[in-house]
């Protein structure tokens, strides 16, 4: 299974302002993808972080607001523009374990988290 | 869409046997995890189903049936580190949809 860190892993900031998480695989993986966990609440899928194109955003997520960037095959970076409170959250990466040939697999492991506060 | 339920809360009593139920509607579906989160910890992957039946792993078990959109996680022999939430997904297309959480606690 591949090892999966992100960067930081909290942080308080002040609203208006932007934070990019970091999320980095000891190995290639075909897929990432980005999840949000607000207080209290289970996970939801933010977007699909494609290497080489665009991110694929999920309904009610933007762009705008959630930029991705997967510069390679073991990197990614979401950032959380324009903050307010609403915003606070755990924030997760993953991958799916991969199979046989390098397919992904539908098993998936997550990395530790970012625990964001927006004040 | 995809609705998944569970319930929310379930307390149960050190070496007991707890079961914890998961229905699903989704319009797609390539199998069922089961993740226990410990608070303020990311979700730990503990099971896959994705034919009917039973899988067993030490004291986890998970059951599935894809006719009745139902699945359920077994817990045995209950320890109190076991107290934590356990989330039900469905996998459609690598992409995960969670139900809300259980939270079991684990009473000496």
């Known amino acids: 299974s591949a090892v999966i860190s992100q960067k930081p892993s909290r942080d308080i900031c002040q609203r208006g302002t932007s934070l990019t998480i970091q999320c980095q695989v000891d190995?290639?993986?075909?897929?990432m993808f980005w999840y949000r966990q607000q207080p209290g609440q289970s996970l939801t899928l933010i977007a699909t972080?494609?290497?080489?194109?665009?991110?694929?955003?999920e309904s009610g997520f933007v762009i705008d607001k959630f930029p991705i960037s997967r510069p390679n095959l073991t990197f990614s970076t979401l950032t959380v523009s324009n903050m307010s409170p609403e915003d606070s959250s755990i924030y997760l990466c993953?991958?799916?374990?991969?199979?046989?040939?390098?397919?992904?697999?539908?098993?998936?492991?997550f990395g530790p988290g970012t625990r964001l506060t927006v004040l | 869409g995809q609705n998944i339920d569970q319930p929310t809360e379930m307390t149960a009593t050190e070496g007991a046997i707890v079961q914890i139920n998961c229905t699903y509607q989704?319009?797609?579906?390539?199998?069922l995890f089961w993740y226990q989160q410990h608070a303020g910890e990311a979700p730990t992957f503990l099971s896959y189903n994705v034919l009917d039946g039973l899988e067993e792993k030490g004291r986890f078990s998970s059951f599935l049936s894809r006719s009745k959109g139902y699945s359920y996680l077994l817990l045995k022999e209950l320890q109190m580190k076991d107290s934590a939430s356990y989330l039900c997904a469905v996998v459609t297309d690598y992409k995960l949809s969670f139900g809300a959480g259980t939270t079991v606690t684990v009473r000496a």
């Open positions: 989704t319009s797609g579906f390539n199998g």
């Open positions: 190995s290639q993986v075909t897929m």
């Open positions: 993953s991958t799916p374990v991969q199979g046989v040939a390098g397919a992904p697999t539908d098993t998936q492991y």
């Open positions: 972080a494609n290497q080489g194109s665009e991110a694929t955003y």
